[in-house]
T-cell receptor
Framework: GAGVSQSPRYKVAKRGQDVALRCDPI?????LFWYQQALGQGPEFLTY????????KSGLPSDRFFAERPEGSVSTLKIQRTQQEDSAVYLC????????????????FGPGTRLTVT | AQSVTQLDSQVPVFEEAPVELRCNYS??????LFWYVQYPNQGLQLLLK??????LVKGINGFEAEFNKSQTSFHLRKPSVHISDTAEYFC???????????FGDGTTLTVKP
């Protein structure tokens, strides 16, 4: 079946521009995560949704970052007034359920969107 | 708070040799532990996970890892590597049912012919 997809795969933005990154999770997956991966580092948590509810946004680095998942499926990560330090790969992951259980913890990752801010 | 330390940033090894990628974690509560592999320009793929039970966990592609609570470690091993195992490997920890994970900085495994 189809995995997690993200678009665009690559995005170049001039400093100050707004960008929107899209994530299509696996159909039926309840939980959706966004991570930021800087060059040479591991992914860092940004935010988490369970269905349409944003349950944790503690990792968003500033109020320029905003995420939504209005219908509990597709999610969009928006970055306003991009800065050079926003350059990174943005990874989306989904998992089957937000409740306890072994399968709940198995996250499936998309290929990421590489954002370059010039 | 929780953290993950991957002790080796790069591990070069010859084909068919054994390999160990080291991971230590810190957490004030019980944790779940994961290893992921990332090939160039791709997302992360789960190799194996420890949730409870047996401390020796077997995963895909012949990898295994052992959870050691007293040493707070979760080292990844493979008895004989292949060229195709060349990739970036990430250790991760989670202490919530929601699955939010904290990742290490990764270890680049390079398998030479």
């Amino acid at each position: 079946g189809a995995g997690v997809s993200q678009s665009p795969r690559y995005k170049v933005a001039k400093r100050g521009q707004d960008v929107a990154l899209r994530c299509d999770p696996i159909s039926g997956h309840v939980s959706l995560f966004w991570y930021q991966q800087a060059l040479g580092q591991g992914p860092e948590f940004l935010t988490y949704f369970q269905n349409e509810a944003q349950l944790d946004k503690s990792g968003l680095p500033s109020d320029r970052f905003f995420a939504e998942r209005p219908e509990g499926s597709v999610s969009t990560l928006k970055i306003q007034r991009t800065q050079q330090e926003d350059s990174a790969v943005y990874l989306c992951a989904s998992s089957l359920t937000g409740t306890s259980g072994t399968r709940a913890l198995e996250q499936y990752f998309g290929p990421g969107t590489r954002l370059t801010v010039t | 708070a929780q953290s993950v330390t991957q002790l080796d940033s790069q591990v070069p090894v010859f084909e068919e040799a054994p390999v160990e990628l080291r991971c230590n974690y810190s957490s004030s509560v019980s944790v779940y532990l994961f290893w992921y592999v990332q090939y160039p320009n791709q997302g992360l793929q789960l190799l194996l996970k420890y949730l409870s039970g047996s401390t020796l966990v077997k995963g895909i592609n012949g990898f295994e890892a052992e959870f050691n609570k007293s040493q707070t470690s979760f080292h990844l091993r493979k008895p004989s590597v292949h060229i195709s195992d060349t990739a970036e490997y990430f250790c991760a920890v989670s202490n919530t049912n929601a699955g939010k994970s904290t990742f290490g900085d990764g270890t680049t495994l390079t398998v030479k012919p």
